[in-house]
T-cell receptor, first 113, second 115 residues
């Protein structure tokens, strides 16, 4: 069964520093992979997704992620953190042939001045 | 509407009571999903509708949980004989046609607290 694992429940960075949020997947078939962001008291918003094609995927707000099959990873990065990036980030995949999203446990990103 | 809406935004009830949570998907979206997010965890799938029918209800935890979508738009998640363990944020999402690579658009959720 498909699954994702997010390493690190909390990540703290300084404003302007590199953001790296880790996600590893487990899948017997080529996966569809997603990163969602959740701001306090708001719904989940899609940052980016990988389906097929280019392995480097660019998303909103300057985020990008690279699909690495050899490492079964889909880490999320942003070159320079802003205070407004503070939120919870979820990696997700689609389970089998169905449409249900399988989420990781989430990583809470804190950005300090 | 412009996005997925959910009502109420917050619901406090007593153990043993019945609750209904409503979801209005994006207009024209045939696929609708319910997820449950417990504190400190990622959302967990509950049920998926394609049109009026429940195509996958494998995530419903037990028979106290039931969901309907009678006209293929608005959906209601119903919980009978609520338990304290049902306390969570219930999220609804919709997508255009339900293919796996489509973006699912989420509502803000209903925060349910069972006392």
């Amino acid at each position: 069964a498909q699954s994702v694992t997010q390493l690190g429940s909390h990540v703290s960075v300084s404003e302007g520093a590199l953001v790296l949020l880790r996600c590893n997947y487990s899948s017997s078939v080529p996966p569809y992979l997603f990163w969602y962001v959740q701001y306090p008291n708001q719904g989940l918003q899609l940052l980016l997704k990988y389906t097929t094609g280019a392995t480097l995927v660019k998303g909103i707000n300057g985020f990008e992620a690279e699909f690495k099959k050899s490492e079964t990873s889909f880490h999320l990065t942003k070159p320079s953190a802003h205070m407004s990036d503070a939120a919870e980030y979820f990696c997700a995949t689609i389970s089998g042939g169905y449409n249900k999203l399988i989420f990781g446990a989430g990583t809470r990103l804190a950005v300090h001045p | 509407g412009a996005g997925v809406s959910q009502t109420p935004s917050n619901k406090v009830t007593e153990k043993g009571k019945y609750v209904e949570l409503r979801c209005d998907p994006i207009s024209g979206h045939t696929a609708l999903y319910w997820y449950r997010q417990s504190l400190g965890q990622g959302p967990e799938f509950l049920i998926y509708f394609q049109g009026t029918g429940a195509a996958d209800d494998s995530g419903l935890p037990n028979d106290r949980f039931f969901a309907v979508r009678p006209e293929g738009s608005v959906s209601t998640l119903k919980i009978q004989r609520t338990e304290r363990g049902d306390s969570a944020v219930y999220l609804c999402a919709s997508s255009r046609s339900g293919t796996g690579q489509e973006t699912q658009y989420f509502g803000p959720g209903t925060r349910l607290l069972v006392l």
